[in-house]
């Protein structure tokens, strides 16, 4: 079974610096994809940013973007130029290629944007 | 944009009660999700829905709970006879392919007495 592992339960950084959340996977399958999801107060799930496990290179959304290293099982967030509506939980989520699509989330990171 | 849909926002029940709890995919999505997040937990999963069946579910989704896809457009998830556990917040997704994006509707707070 896949965990997914994120170790910051809180962080804090200051509006239009940059901050990156960490997060770890546990997998043997080769084919998979890794999302963020922000998660703000109403508790809708967002989709922030999407990688796949076979493209080597980093996925990127304006502001947002993640470091994948595959051999290391590591897939961090950066958020550059932090907003005050940045501020919310953060998941990271891992799904394999062909087990019915089910998302693995990790347990959560609580970012607050302080003014 | 497209947006998936969840009705009600919040349900407040007794246990032991029948709750159903009602989603609108976004229009061309083809797979179905829920998953649940009780307070201060992580989101987990229930099941997976595509063309009329089950494709996957969790320890979670035992003979207490169900889904269906009524009308051709709402997607729900019945729980027989709710229990102080089933309190949560319950997420629909749906995405267009097997490895598509899931988008997630704005979830279902359910509170059980």
């Known amino acids: 079974a896949q965990t997914v592992t994120q170790s910051q339960p809180e962080m804090s950084v200051q509006e239009a610096e940059t901050v990156t959340l960490s997060c770890t996977y546990d997998t043997s399958e080769n084919n998979y994809y890794l999302f963020w999801y922000k998660q703000p107060p109403s508790r809708q799930m967002i989709l922030v940013i999407r990688q796949e496990a076979y493209k080597q290179q980093n996925a990127t959304e304006n502001r947002f973007s993640v470091n994948f290293q595959k051999a290391a099982k590591s897939f961090s967030l950066k958020i550059s130029d932090s907003q005050l509506g940045d501020t919310a939980m953060y998941f990271c989520?891992?799904?394999?290629?062909?087990?019915?699509?089910?998302?693995?989330f990790g347990g959560g990171t609580r970012l607050m944007v302080k003014p | 944009e497209p947006e998936v849909t969840q009705t009600p926002s919040h349900q407040v029940t007794q246990m032991g009660q029948e709750v159903i709890l009602r989603c609108v995919p976004i229009s061309n999505h083809l797979y179905f999700y829920w998953y649940r997040q009780i307070l201060g937990q992580k989101v987990e999963f229930l099941v997976s829905f595509y063309n009329n069946e089950i494709s996957e579910k969790s320890e979670i989704f035992d003979d207490q709970f169900s889904v269906e896809r009524p009308d051709g457009s709402n997607f729900t998830l019945k729980i027989r006879s709710t229990k102080l556990e089933d309190s949560a917040m319950y997420f629909c997704a749906t995405s267009i392919y097997l490895t598509d994006t899931q988008y997630f509707g704005p979830g279902t707070r359910l509170t059980v007495l």
């Open positions: 989520a891992f799904m394999h290629y062909n087990a019915g699509n089910m998302l693995t």
